[in-house]
């Protein structure tokens, strides 16, 4: 298992989603036996009374043994919310967050001020 110099665990393989206010990190992580698992950690991004700024966390561990289980669920879940309120209504949710850059493309805001933000700075 791979650690930083602070005893931190490194992240195996990682990816990050920008949605609106809120960023979603998908972490694989080595647990001390050498098996893998997610992590799935939402930070939003709120503003102090004083302009200062915080983020607020939420992590979900999941581990491969429930896997299957979880994703059964979520394309469920997934596919219950579009069958009854359509893909659109998902998509105009962040609508307010977008806007086009100089070339037409679909640019958040939001992704624009997170751009040079370290998971280590949440």
Known sequence: MQTSNDGAQEEIF???LRAGRRT???DVRETKASDYYLTITESKKFTNEDGTFYFKKHK???YKED???FAEILNEMTDYIINERGEEVIS????KDYKSDQEGENVSTATKS???LNFEDI
């Open 92 to 95: 105009e949710r962040h609508q």
């Open 60 to 62: 979900i561990y999941l």
């Open 14 to 16: 990682s990816k990050v």
């Open 24 to 26: 979603y990190f998908f």
């Open 67 to 69: 896997f299957n289980d």
């Open 114 to 116: 997170f751009s040079d």
